[in-house]
């Protein structure tokens, strides 16, 4: 035994290196941690970036031993505790000691009962400031955590990033972005006096075209800037709408970024049916135009716009700058009442730009959608797929790594032939269609080939069929295309695609279930043994299954105890209104909230392992998770 150990120790460095390669960072750590002086170096000199928020199996210990030497941090709310432990001033013990029946109880009832909408529940965890300061540390990303200024005060940072899952559009919070930082990356609207002259790289969400003019009089000396909108220009938009003489006046009067190479311009992501029927272009126009007439630095420009309405105007300024820029990349998708004049404008500038068409069904759409771009196509999201055959034969997919099915009532099936040819990089498809059975119910929905989609991480699979029969045959061609994903890692599907049998999901790591009653959550650990987060999505009231303090700890507990890796669960809740009962016979059932504390409380005294389980109630969405200690 020692003979062969002498004999491993004794590899070169780039053997070693090259077996960390296949591993995980925390079984890095586990493995050869601490080992001797030599791998020790080795391992700090190899691991410059941890990321908490997936595939993590550490401890704090673990990650105490290495935070030193890391260059690059990401982390979410559940594990942010973890950097004001990292103090040597704090005491570690109470991270670690079991906590008795009776102080969990105290705990529990000393909280406030009543909730407003902005209040969280914590149990035994709370962020404080951060006085720990990482020695190489230089860039932050932060995951659903709000009082991110508590983190950063200390922190000797170049680059931060606020992400948050949920739609926060707006935020309000005390302090600044420090002036260390010169690249700055968030997906909510931040005020603008939080930023500083120093900022080069910006990646923000704006509230309005005014709202980014706020922004860069503050940053001068920004070279790259990437901004999307927060909100959906609807026709009912109520929100202040700037005149474009007001807004003419304000940008002829701000600070010019002579220093600016790359500019990128986005709305908001739209996956369902509103549209952009209000965007301001011509805004957005305004600003492109001075930001080139005060710079001749400027060389690249993206623009990204989903369902915009099309006009003369828009297009004949897209096809300026087209002959502008040295880089110009387009990508629209556009609403028409008449698809016919709209491709015919465009065949016009044939060199530059293709199309394809978003197939709609006459019965149920009063206009079409026509997605239009620019050549080469260099953007990694295609939205409006129905067949590979209907796309532009003189582009080229290769970038594309997202694919968005198309959102319309469809009145033909939608084809996954020639998927991993044309788009070989593909790691995600989006698939939220509604299949109109009342034409012709012996249409199969689903067109699908022989091709293996080796590199597809992310399957989102909701079909909202008209007329739907039993069972849909949307659901019985699901096991095809999952089949074809050997490295599927997160799924999102609706509960009615069970019916038909369970799949094999040995390599899934996230699970998102939609309307689900957990008749048939006991098999998850036998088809899914690797998950580690699963999301549910279900009604609640007397009669369903979550409804008491038991059957929730019950169904909790077996999965965690099912599945080893499993390390969150959250669960979305809705209140069915109860009938209406003669006041002796009514019976009020208990408040989700309530029912969760009790029944964690029930998990922890109950099973060693869940001493640590923890829980987040915030606007009727339980989230359990078990930390690694």
């Known amino acids: 035994m020692s003979q062969k150990q002498t004999q491993f120790m004794v590899l070169p460095n780039e053997v070693i290196y090259s077996i ?34 997936d595939d993590w199996d550490g401890n704090l210990q673990d990650f105490k031993w290495i935070c030193r030497s890391i260059q690059t941090l990401k982390i979410n709310q559940y594990y942010i505790h973890w950097l004001r432990a990292l103090d040597p001033k704090n005491n570690l013990s109470q991270y670690h000691q079991k906590p008795s029946f009776w102080t969990i109880i105290k705990n529990i009832f000393t909280c406030s009962q009543k909730m407003t909408r902005s209040s969280r529940y914590y149990l035994q965890r709370t962020i404080l400031n951060v006085n720990y300061q990482f020695s190489q540390l230089h860039s932050l990303h932060l995951v659903n955590i709000c009082e991110w200024t508590k983190v950063i005060s200390n922190m000797n940072l170049k680059s931060l990033s606020l992400w948050f899952d949920d739609d926060h559009r707006y935020h309000r919070e005390k302090g600044f972005i420090p002036q260390t930082v010169t690249r700055f990356s968030t ?36 070279q790259r800037l990437s901004v999307t909108f927060a909100d959906c220009f609807l026709q009912c938009y109520e929100k202040v709408n700037y005149t474009y003489s007001y807004f003419e006046t304000i940008v002829a009067n701000f600070r010019p970024l002579i220093n600016l190479t790359h500019l990128c311009l986005s709305t908001k992501q739209i996956n369902n049916r509103p549209t952009n029927e209000r965007f301001p272009f011509d805004q957005v126009q305004l600003f492109i135009d001075q930001c080139y007439l005060k710079t001749s630095i400027l060389r690249k420009v993206t623009l990204n716009f989903d369902y915009i309405m099309f006009n003369e105007n828009l297009w004949s300024t897209i096809v300026r700058y087209k002959n502008t820029f040295d880089r110009f990349d387009f990508y629209a998708s556009f609403t028409v009442n008449d698809i016919a004049s709209i491709i015919e404008t465009i065949q016009s500038n044939n060199d530059h730009f293709d199309y394809h068409i978003e197939d709609v069904d006459p019965k149920f759409s009063r206009a079409g959608f026509v997605h239009i771009y620019s050549l080469p196509f260099a953007f990694d999201k295609l939205h409006g797929f129905i067949s590979c055959s209907e796309l ?57 080939d022989q091709d293996i989609l080796n590199y597809v991480r992310f399957f989102r699979f909701i079909a909202e069929c008209r007329c739907r029969p039993e069972p849909c045959i949307c659901f019985t061609q699901l096991s095809q295309l999952l089949d074809r994903m050997p490295r599927l890692q997160y799924l999102i599907i609706s509960e009615h695609a069970l019916r038909n049998g369970w799949y094999s999901l040995a390599s899934l790591e996230r699970l998102d279930f939609r309307q689900h009653d957990f008749k048939s959550s006991h098999r998850l650990p036998e088809h899914a043994p690797h998950l580690s987060t699963l999301f549910f999505d279900y009604e609640l009231s007397s009669v369903n299954t979550l409804s008491s303090v038991d059957n929730l700890s019950d169904i909790v507990s077996s999965l965690y105890m099912g599945i080893p890796s499993l390390k969150f669960i959250s669960l979305k809740t809705y209140r069915i209104p109860l009938p209406r009962l003669p006041y002796k016979k009514t019976r009020l059932p208990l408040p989700c909230q309530t029912i969760a504390k009790q029944a964690l ?18 606007y009727a969405v339980m989230e359990f998770f078990l930390e690694n200690m």
Do not use: W
Request: charged content about 20%; aromatic content about 10%; some cysteine.
């Open 392 to 448: 532009g034969s003189r582009s080229s997919f290769l970038s594309v790594r997202h694919l968005y099915l198309t959102r319309n009532y469809l009145a033909r099936p939608i084809s996954f032939e020639s998927i991993a040819r044309c788009m070989p990089n593909l790691i995600s498809i989006d698939c939220n269609f509604s299949f109109d059975y009342s034409r012709d119910i012996k249409i199969s929905p689903l067109i699908s």
């Open 601 to 618: 409380v029930h998990m922890q005294s109950k099973h060693n392992r869940l001493r640590h389980l923890t829980l987040n109630y915030e």
């Open 20 to 53: 960390f390669h296949f591993l995980k960072t925390s079984d890095i750590l586990r493995a050869f941690g601490q080992l001797n002086c030599r791998y020790d170096d080795l391992i700090r000199f190899h691991i410059k970036r941890i990321d908490l928020t």
């Open 187 to 222: 997906n909510i609207a931040i005020e603008a006096n939080k930023f500083h002259l120093g900022l080069i790289d910006l990646d923000v969400c704006i509230s309005s075209m005014p709202h980014l003019l706020e922004i860069v009089e503050r940053t001068p000396n920004l």
